[in-house]
């Protein structure tokens, strides 16, 4: 059974930057094929892809946050972490990472985690 | 970068009606489209992939079809636990998007 958690501050100031953790288990990082991806939320608003971290460590980025956004792996620990600088309220979102198989695209996902920035 | 837009934004119809929700691309991307179904507060759920297959376990009343820019999600008989917002997306290269959404009620 494949699972997913994000975990991470709940609260952030503008200009900070921010980590998210997702934590997963049930599938390998290393097999061909698999990835894990971030979504965002914004409340009440549509989805909005982030990034993509694949096997091989190839890594893809949403053009609009690129210059923000860093996605690397924690092997040891079947984890991958999410970095986006400089934040800014209209970041407030909930963030979903999920599971890309052999499906193609994101077929499973985590619980999400709600991160407000406020002063 | 490819645009995915959905129409229409919202539609009310009545249980047992057939429901349909486009999705086009601004450019082709062969069948590497997806459908979600987010329902009010909760996890997005994969539905359908590669245009056309039944993620497992979605009830068959879901389909999906199209291929290049024009893609469909149809639902044979609307039923109340269809009540939801329903996301088209892209995979076809480096960069995905999902579609702005559609949100769907019972009449």
């Known amino acids: 059974q494949i699972t997913l958690k994000e975990s991470g501050p709940t609260l952030v100031k503008p200009t900070q930057t921010l980590t998210l953790t997702c934590s997963f288990s049930?599938?390998?990082?290393?097999?061909?094929?698999?990835?894990v991806g971030w979504i965002r939320q914004p409340p009440g608003k549509a989805l909005e892809w982030l990034a993509l971290?694949?096997?091989?460590?190839?890594?893809r980025y949403s053009p609009s946050l690129k210059s923000r956004l860093t996605v690397t792996r924690v092997t040891s620990k079947d984890q991958v972490v999410l970095i986006m600088t400089n934040m800014d309220p209209v970041d407030t979102a909930t963030y979903y990472c999920?599971?890309?198989?052999?499906?193609?695209?994101?077929?499973?996902w985590g619980q999400g985690t709600l991160v407000t920035v406020s002063s | 970068d490819i645009q995915m837009t959905q129409s229409p934004s919202s539609l009310s119809a009545s249980v047992g009606d057939r429901v349909t929700i486009t999705c086009r691309a601004s450019?082709?991307?062969?069948?590497?489209l997806a459908w979600y179904q987010q329902k009010p507060g909760k996890v997005p759920q994969l539905l359908i992939y590669?245009?056309?297959t039944l993620q497992s376990g979605v009830p068959s009343r879901f389909s999906g079809s199209g291929s290049g820019t024009d893609f469909t999600l149809t639902i044979s008989s609307l039923q109340p636990e269809d009540v939801a917002t329903y996301y088209c997306?892209?995979?076809?290269?480096?960069?995905?998007?999902f579609g702005q959404g559609t949100k769907v009620e019972i009449k």
């Open positions: 971290i694949y096997w091989n460590d190839d890594k």
């Open positions: 049930g599938f390998s990082l290393s097999t061909t094929g698999v990835g």
């Open positions: 999920a599971h890309r198989g052999i499906v193609g695209t994101t077929d499973n």
């Open positions: 590669a245009a056309s």
């Open positions: 997306q892209k995979y076809n290269s480096a960069v995905w998007t």
């Open positions: 450019q082709g991307i062969s069948n590497y």
